[in-house]
């Protein structure tokens, strides 16, 4: 090598323009910050899932109220609470099924027989009650023996089955009862009808000419013939 030579200095790169410098140092700052927006902003949209919408369903309570009432029963011979009068003595309803109530009115009875399966009862057919005249009263003779008897003093009405019940207890040996006004007898027909008399008035004028009027219930059993 030759002693002589100069040896230049190295060589510096260029020096870019102080504008394109700054332009550049902006452009990198506003690209950071927009990415920090866009990052900012895209974080909720991760972050929190999207609500589902959910149908509601609406339910009805009905409430069920039960109301209790208290049903008072009238007393035997009241009427009851729809204002029907209660039966007067002598015209009691049937209380056994099967019976059927046919006639309930004054009949006035005489020497002659009453037929009392007749609707009204009418005289002159042999059955089923006749009145006879003795000294002193009268007495009442049915068309067979064990048809007929007397109800006890006191006790209410019977119905057609227990009038039944009584004649087969206690009727009298004989066809014929003594009777007064006052009285009630169980009698049956000879269609096996249940009658229940109650006797308002007697009168005693000979065996042939005495009579009584007597109030008349009849029923239609289960027993009675059809023809």
Not at 28 to 55: D, E, F, H, K
Not at 58 to 72: D, F
Not at 130 to 154: N, S
Request: charged letters at 15%; hydrophobic letters at 35%; proline letters at 11%.
């Amino acid at each position: 090598m030759d002693d002589n030579t100069t040896l230049s200095p190295p060589q510096q790169p260029p020096t870019p323009p102080k504008d394109r410098t700054v332009h550049g140092a902006v452009i990198g700052g506003a690209c950071t910050i927009l990415a920090a927006v866009i990052g900012y902003l895209a974080l909720p949209a991760v972050a929190t899932p999207p609500t589902a919408s959910v149908p509601t369903e609406t339910q009805t309570v009905t409430s069920r109220v039960t109301v209790t009432a208290t049903v008072t029963q009238p007393s035997d011979g009241q009427a009851a609470s729809t204002g029907t009068p209660a039966a007067p003595s002598g015209t009691a309803l049937p209380s056994s099924e099967g019976w059927v109530p046919e006639f309930s009115d004054r009949v006035s009875l005489e020497a002659a027989w009453t037929n009392l399966d007749k609707f009204p009862p009418s005289v002159g057919s042999l059955s089923d009650v006749q009145v006879v005249g003795h000294l002193g009263g009268i007495y009442l003779r049915t068309w067979k023996e064990h048809v007929m008897a007397k109800v006890p003093a006191g006790t209410p009405d019977p119905a057609p089955a227990a009038c039944g019940d009584l004649i087969d207890a206690s009727a009298p040996a004989s066809n014929r009862l003594t009777v007064a006004t006052g009285d009630r007898l169980c009698l049956r027909t000879d269609r096996a009808r249940i009658a229940l008399l109650t006797l308002t008035s007697t009168q005693s004028a000979g065996a042939d000419s005495s009579s009584a009027v007597a109030h008349v219930t009849v029923w239609t059993g289960p027993d009675t013939p059809s023809y």
